[in-house]
């Protein structure tokens, strides 16, 4: 599972403690079973046999042994119950809200003014406090290396926290069923060192990017003029809907629609062209663009760093 | 007229379990034939319910797979779960209950003969109702334990949800019914000398399960009509705007759904726990502790439910007690195992069929009780909750344990149901398929849960370690599905020419051996005396002896047999065709709800004609 | 079918308390529900505002006299009395039968008042929880009244008593998840 932030280290170490007990008594029922079945098979012209009521002493034994092998699983499970459950951490370094929408993550930077979607950077070895909150329904916040599940319920805000230790991309996935494209619903956590993370930062937090080249502008001008700014925002433009992802710098993210596909001009192009082909149910319509506008588009959208 | 049928129906009724047409059948009060129709109608939706799962697994073979449309595979995972737990396990477990645990009394039917007809009425009705929503607009699709919001009518707005409301609330009314039936049945209807410590612990266990349904059952049914109202009226139980909870739904959910597991794990436990010592000819090791944790396990189950919860963020405290209490089941379920185990240490073991199932149910069951106390570990369970690990889990817990524990029963009860005996050789190939087919698609899913694949996604992406792993649970899927060949075959066989049976094929121990295969429809002549738990293992206590008879191992002892004819005449429960009038009732009431008024109406008028026309009636003929 | 049972209970007569007994858990999941969402209301009307206790205590007390009366007609019935039995039993029945209308009105108030079934955590509660024990009432009046028709008849002997001795359970059971629900509801505000 190569956990790789103090919060996923805690569950692992647990985790495999419990494996191995598991496994011990597994090993110990099995070869018991499989001794007394081949052992005390019939045979022929047997004698019939003794017919044994019970044995206190033993009964006492096999009641008594797993009551010892659970309290050894007990205490470290409580002992990290109560730490990985404890609603916030000592020090935070950094608050991000996670809004959970059918099927898309929005990540919130209050202390940084930053908003993007799907995509979180956050910066090695320091404390991220993530404040979960659904729009919708119950959606479930997974990142399996660095930490989850917790769930977003709505009318609740939920918490988790966890300090990453090593640099990379981290793959997560909403972990509870949310509707037909549940299964569409990924994201990924980008842990940066810090001067990454500073740069991340600057960029994120200028508005959008004004595209003055050919086809780039003319995608521009397709996007402002359709329905596309009803539900999406690019900072520094008149776009300012708030039903879909914030595009501000989308051409600088890894992956598009909630980390199903690769950010690259085809997928773009796919994506805009056919919204409900690739997220079935999405709340994204097809525009019914022209292949040019669409093109126009995409180039507009990747200029968007 | 009413009178001329039911006597009618008396004369073809007279005759046993299997003869008469079809109004006999509708009109049924005996409890072996009400048997034999809850295991036709929970065997065919088990092979439905069968077939959902393995469309789920052919979507999954490959990663990106458009093979199934999503909403089609939504629909197909929420009703795998909804038939298998609610109208495949449930009804076949009340089969079980409903042939054997009147046998093992020594009582000739149950305590409410037309309630228990209406019961499986009421079941099949809500059942074809279910399956209906297939034709009006779609099935179901929000995961067999529907969580709101979800599931209201906002992000749902299809009739979907509304046939999985109301089927399950139909549903409900008749297993509620079939648990006061069934507890009131032990409680009551023993023979002389069959105190409740020399019960066979198959009925211990329906005894146990019966009250677990009745405390159960009801927090489902008022979730289910807060759900209604929230559909259909607009009220405001789940809406978190309106100020409420929308976990509120998974506490009244859980409260029911983990007793649900011991509903459909306990049973099971009770076969092994009458065949093992039947074919070790040795009596049950421990039979007061076995019979304790038993009742110990249903109580615990009702101070877990949390543990399903873990990831909602109800905090430390709720989550430590939670898991600890959790953990505690281990250990009257180890204990279970071990006396299994006891019970074959110094015996003589037959491996046949039913002990082959029983055998599997001690060496599977221990995996998924084991993944069990994975669970139970709140941060451990953060990483394993809804992803293929739980799955995994519960899938070896309910296939290991109540699937292999139902085969268990069908092949030893199966003799004394028709009189035939099922072949033994169809009998290994289909256990050892069923065996490799459960090890061979769940086992992968610990592993694939663990890398991170939550359950309930219709599609995975490439290049997460994943696909191996799908596809040979996938394989597996497929043998699952050719294991059912020898069964239907041994079936098939059986009804064509099975060797007869005879009363006591097994040399079993417990009262549903004495009378002859298939039994009398008033099942005992004379009502039995009771002196042990092992009544046809003391012959010296039973004078009557038949030479012969059940005497097919070396070893074995001569069951005192039941006479054949009754000495004296019998009175049993006249036909009824009421209790299906008050179900049908019930059925238009339930489709009116979709409808409107002008349906409801004239449901509840049918309902007052069963419910009079069975009140009025004359019980015994 | 006859004879001894096992416990010494008559067959039936445990059926019922074997219902009731999953009855409380039917209602103990509604109570739980209306405290947990007890002043979690965000717009009102609010129940304070439109509780009318006089009035419910004048319905609750005719509902515990119905239990008084079911008492008299099991009496009745035991000892063979059938102008007694029809009379006790039509009593009970007609007190719940008043009840019920008291419920109407007060269920018609609140409409009015602007409290529907959807308007508020309060009003959904209260509608589902008094509404479930008004459709329990509501049975019981319907099986009560069956009962006084059958005594009418000259067809509830001594030897029957048992089936009234059982309708009573149930309708005692009403009256007291009247009591629980009155406390809850009314009383402590």
């Not at chain 1, 966890?162 to 956590?189: I, K, N």
């Not at chain 2, 190939?429 to 219709?458: C, E, I, K, Q, Y």
């Not at chain 3, 009035?55 to 008084?68: H, K, R």
């Not at chain 3, 029945?93 to 529907?116: K, M, N």
């Amino acid at each position: 599972m190569h956990p790789a932030s103090d919060f996923a280290a805690r569950l692992d170490s647990l985790f495999w403690q419990i494996f191995w007990w598991a496994v011990g008594v597994f090993v110990v029922v099995e070869a018991i079973l499989i001794y007394t079945i081949i052992r005390f098979r019939a045979r022929p012209g047997g004698e019939r046999p003794k017919p044994v009521h019970g044995h206190t002493g033993l009964e006492l034994g096999w009641t008594i042994a797993p009551a010892l092998i659970l309290v050894a699983i007990a205490i470290p499970t409580i002992q990290t119950i109560f730490v990985v459950d404890k609603p916030s951490p000592e020090e935070a370094d950094l608050t991000i809200e996670v809004i959970g929408r059918q099927w898309w993550w929005e990540f919130r930077y209050p202390e940084l003014g930053i908003i993007t979607a799907n995509e979180a950077h956050v910066p090695v070895g320091q404390t991220v406090d993530l404040r979960l909150r659904s729009a919708d329904v119950l959606h479930s916040f997974w990142v399996p290396r660095l930490g989850g599940k917790r769930d977003l319920v709505p009318g609740r805000e939920n918490f988790l926290w966890f300090r990453p230790d090593s640099v990379g991309v981290f793959w997560g996935q909403c972990a509870e069923y949310c509707g037909t494209s549940h299964a569409l619903m990924s994201l990924r956590f980008v842990v940066d060192d810090a001067s990454d993370f500073d740069a991340w930062v600057a960029t994120n937090q200028a508005t959008a990017v004004t595209a003055s080249e050919r086809p780039a502008s003319q995608g521009r001008n397709v996007f402002m003029t359709n329905a596309c700014i009803s539900c999406h925002t690019i900072r520094g433009t008149q776009a300012q809907g708030v039903l879909g992802p914030d595009l501000t710098h989308v051409g600088s993210r890894l992956t598009i629609a909630a980390g199903v596909l690769d950010n690259n001009a085809a997928n773009l192009a796919r994506w805009i062209g056919n919204p409900q082909d690739v997220k079935p149910g999405s709340l994204m319509p097809n525009m019914g663009l022209t292949e040019q506008q669409v093109e126009q588009l995409v180039a507009y959208l990747q200029s968007l760093r | 007229m009413a009178e001329t049928t039911v006597n009618q129906a008396t004369g073809a009724h007279e005759e046993g379990t299997w003869s008469g047409g079809v109004w006999s059948w509708l009109t049924t009060v005996d409890h072996k034939r009400i048997a034999v129709l809850y295991f036709v109608a929970g065997f065919i939706f088990l092979l439905v319910a069968g077939m959902e799962g393995q469309m789920i697994r052919l979507q999954l073979a490959k990663p990106e797979s458009r093979l199934l449309d999503p909403d089609f595979y939504n629909q197909m995972f929420t009703m795998h779960g909804t038939t298998m737990v609610f109208f495949a396990g449930m009804p076949l477990i009340i089969a079980f209950f409903n042939f054997v645990v009147p046998l093992q009394i020594g009582a000739r039917d149950v305590a409410f003969p037309r309630l228990n007809a209406f019961s499986f009425w009421v079941f099949l009705f809500a059942g074809l109702f279910l399956y209906a929503s297939f034709f009006f607009g779609g099935a179901p699709d929000g995961g067999w334990f529907a969580y709101m919001p979800l599931t209201g009518s906002q992000y749902s707005p299809r009739t979907g949800m509304d046939f999985y409301v109301l089927a399950l609330l139909l549903s409900g009314v008749g297993t509620i019914a079939g648990g006061v039936n069934f507890l009131v049945t032990i409680l009551n209807l023993r023979a002389p000398g069959m105190g409740l410590m020399r019960m066979p612990l198959f009925t211990w266990m329906a005894f146990v399960v019966s009250a677990l349904i009745l405390l159960a059952f009801p927090p489902f049914t008022i979730g289910l009509v807060f759900m209604m109202f929230d559909r259909m009226f607009g009220t405001l139980f789940f809406n978190a705007a309106a100020g409420a909870d929308p976990l509120l739904w998974q506490h009244l959910f859980w409260v029911f759904g983990h007793p649900e597991v011991y509903i459909l794990v306990l049973p099971a436990f009770g076969v092994v726990s009458d065949v093992i010592p039947t074919f070790s000819k040795k009596p049950l090791f421990g039979y007061p502790v076995v019979v304790f944790s038993g009742i110990l396990i249903a109580f615990l189950g009702f101070g877990v439910w949390v543990h399903h919860m873990f990831s909602t963020g109800l905090g430390p405290i709720v989550n430590a007690v939670f898991g600890g209490a959790t953990m505690l089941i281990a250990i009257p379920t180890g204990i279970k195992i071990f006396n299994w185990i006891a019970t074959m240490w110094g015996g003589a073991i037959r491996f046949k069929t039913p002990m082959l199932f029983a055998i599997g149910l001690v060496g599977t069951f221990v995996i998924g009780g084991l993944s069990g106390v994975m669970h139970s570990s709140p941060p451990s369970d953060l990483q394993q909750t809804d992803t293929y690990f739980v799955v995994a889990h519960f899938h070896y817990v309910l296939i290991g344990g109540t699937v292999f524990g139902l085969f268990s029963g069908l092949y030893y009860w199966f003799p004394k149901v028709t009189g035939r005996m099922l072949s033994e050789k169809l009998g290994a190939a289909h256990f050892w398929l069923t065996f490799l087919a459960l090890n061979v698609t769940f086992f992968p899913m610990h592993f694939s849960g663990l890398l991170g694949m939550p359950r309930r996604t219709f599609t995975y992406a490439e290049g997460l370690g994943l696909e191996t792993f799908n596809l040979i649970s996938t394989i597996g899927a497929f043998i699952f599905t050719l294991s059912f060949v020898p069964l239907v075959l041994a079936l098939w066989r059986a009804w064509r020419r099975g060797e007869p049976a005879g009363p006591n094929p097994w040399d079993a121990a417990t009262l549903e051996w004495t009378m002859s295969s298939p039994p009398p429809h008033y099942n005992f002549a004379v009502i039995p005396q009771v002196e042990s738990r092992d009544s046809l293992w003391h012959p010296h206590i039973d004078p009557g002896h038949v030479p012969g008879a059940g005497d097919a191992e070396p070893g074995g002892v001569t069951p005192r047999l039941q006479p054949d004819p009754a000495p004296e005449p019998v009175h049993m429960p006249n036909p009824s065709f009421w209790p299906l009038i008050l179900a049908l009732g019930m059925l238009v009431v339930t489709i009116g709800a979709l409808i409107g008024l002008r349906v409801v109406i004239p449901g509840v008028l049918l309902m007052f004609v069963g419910l009079y026309g069975w009140a009025f009636e004359p019980v015994e003929g | 079918m006859h004879g001894p049972t096992s416990t010494g209970i008559p067959t039936r007569k445990l059926g019922m308390w074997t219902f009731i007994g999953s009855e409380c858990m039917l209602f103990g999941t509604l109570i739980s529900t209306f405290l947990i969402y007890r002043g979690r209301n965000v717009v009102g009307p609010y129940p304070e505002e439109l509780l009318n206790i006089p009035f419910i205590t004048v319905t609750t007390f005719v509902l515990l006299m119905s239990s008084l009366m079911m008492v008299l007609a099991l009496a009745a019935v035991q000892r063979g009395q059938r102008v007694g039995s029809m009379l006790w039993l039509f009593m009970t029945a007609l007190f719940g039968l008043i009840f019920l209308t008291g419920q109407y009105i007060e269920f018609s108030h609140f409409v009015h008042e602007g409290l529907g079934l959807s308007r508020n955590l309060f009003s959904s509660t209260f509608f589902v929880l008094t509404g479930t024990h008004g459709a329990h009432v509501a049975g019981g009046v319907i099986w009560l009244g069956t009962l006084c028709i059958l005594s009418l008849r000259g067809r509830l002997p001594p030897e029957r008593a048992e089936t009234v001795e059982i309708a009573g359970l149930y309708w005692h059971f009403v009256d007291v998840v009247w009591i629980v629900l009155f406390t809850i509801i009314y009383l402590l505000q």
